[in-house]
């Protein structure tokens, strides 16, 4: 049987570890309590946080026992890890109902139960905290002269880090200190960018059980150019169907770029390494169905097998110039939205959320890049009338963004 780490190894998840030898070895031989953290920082997870469930999900497949931790206490703080400012500070009733929400969402990607993998907050020991007892069992551990050195301290400097965001990496520090001695939690997993935190913990543990943790970092989801993939134009890539549809879910798979599909479907899928392999990136046919195999992958897992079936079928449609568009994200327009019985383009752009203002929406008529039912729009002032909009109307930005548009009645 494969040794869970040589498949992380293989699908380019693993970046750092404290001691690879030694975490490849006690993964092959004992069943090992692990944990990642999430922040509550929004009320849906994202793709970001599917690559972490991705990772604790090859773990327990293979015998091992994740703990999830809310950051119901740490959220309140903030990370700063790759912050250019000071992250907004939410109440704690946001965070307890982001906290839900991810518990909700994350039953479909990982089987909880007693001896499957469990659900902690760390608000539950961290809001009690003696902060002079905390200090001097822990803070009296921390170099802060090493602490700024670090690169999620170092890019903080020059615009302010204020002694709050200090304090977090002491606080995640103490998460894997409580776990290791309440779970016998051994190992700390998480994204590249918390490197410095985790292994913060690992040198708290040896300093204060005298015992070995280890820690592993996964890779980041990024492109080709290294910058963080997971957003749109119209912002971040949801895994709540409220607040990115299945459609438009399995769209930002289909149109990532030709040399990021071979990364995506090894770090995001289980599809073997030989099929990926396989894959012309200059082949035009056979990067497509790659992509189409992705986008339906990854739609099937976060949603479900229809919805990602119905994507796939609306999108074939629609570049075939069929007329499937049933599941197309559509925007209701109310009677007040359609004053005199029509509604300016621009507005309607505006409503739809396909542009953020009117000026935005002038330049893509003016650059070509609006088709209405399939012509393009030429002239800024074009409205469309109730009748059209009754029917329901087809809106294209660019080349691969649909969007329908249909008035109440």
């Known amino acids: 049987m494969a040794n869970v780490f040589d498949t992380l190894q293989q699908r380019g998840l693993v970046a750092q570890a404290t001691d690879a030898d030694a975490i490849r070895r006690i993964l092959g031989s004992e069943e090992v309590t692990f944990y990642i953290g999430i922040d509550a920082t929004a009320d849906s997870l994202h793709v970001g946080h599917f690559l972490q469930l991705v990772v604790m999900r090859h773990l327990q497949l293979a015998g091992h026992k994740p703990i999830v ?33 991810f518990k909700q969402q994350m039953q ?20 009690d905290l003696n902060y002079m007892e905390f200090l001097r069992e822990v803070g009296v551990h921390f170099s802060v002269n090493k602490m700024l050195a670090t690169e999620a301290f170092k890019a903080r400097m020059e615009r302010g880090l204020s002694f709050m965001e200090l304090n977090y990496m002491l606080l995640q520090s103490y998460d894997f ?25 690992v040198d708290l543990i040896r300093r204060k059980e005298e015992k070995e943790a280890y820690g592993l970092t996964f890779t980041l989801l990024t492109n080709r150019e290294g910058k963080k993939m997971g957003k749109t134009e119209q ?35 289980d599809i073997p390494l030989e099929e990926i392999a396989a894959v012309q990136e200059n082949d035009g046919a056979s ?15 976060v949603h479900s097998q ?15 110039k069929g007329a499937a568009d ?17 509604i300016a383009v621009l ?9 953020a203002s009117k000026g935005e929406g002038r330049r893509l008529v003016e650059q070509g890049g609006l088709r209405l039912d399939d012509e393009k729009v030429e002239e800024i002032d074009a409205v469309v009338n109730a009748e059209a909009l009754v029917r329901g109307v087809i809106l294209r930005k660019g080349k691969k963004v649909y969007h329908k548009a249909v008035l109440q009645q």
């Open 69 to 101: 931790l809310l950051g119901g206490g740490t959220t309140l703080i903030g990370d700063p890890t790759g912050k250019s400012d000071m992250r907004r500070m939410m109440t704690r009733e946001e965070i307890d109902y982001n906290a839900e929400r």
């Open 326 to 342: 049933e599941n197309i994200p559509t925007t209701t327009l109310s009677a007040a939205q359609v004053p005199g019985g029509q």
């Open 177 to 201: 200190l409580h776990l290791f001695r309440t779970y016998n939690c051994k190992m700390q997993f998480g994204g590249n960018d918390q490197w410095a935190n985790i292994i913060s913990g």
């Open 287 to 301: 990067i497509n169905a790659a992509k189409e195999r992705l986008a339906h992958e990854l739609t099937q897992v």
């Open 347 to 355: 507005d309607l752009l505006v409503a739809c959320g396909l542009t």
């Open 235 to 269: 912002g971040t890539v949801w895994l709540d169907p409220e607040k990115m549809s299945p459609y438009d879910f399995f769209q930002y798979w289909r149109n990532i770029d030709d040399g990021d599909v071979q990364n995506c479907m090894r770090l995001l899928t």
């Open 306 to 320: 229809e919805e990602a079936d119905n994507a796939r079928e609306t999108a074939r449609g629609l570049f075939g």
């Open 108 to 127: 479909k990607f990982i089987e909880f139960g007693e001896d499957k993998a469990i659900i902690v907050n760390n608000a539950d020991w961290l809001l």
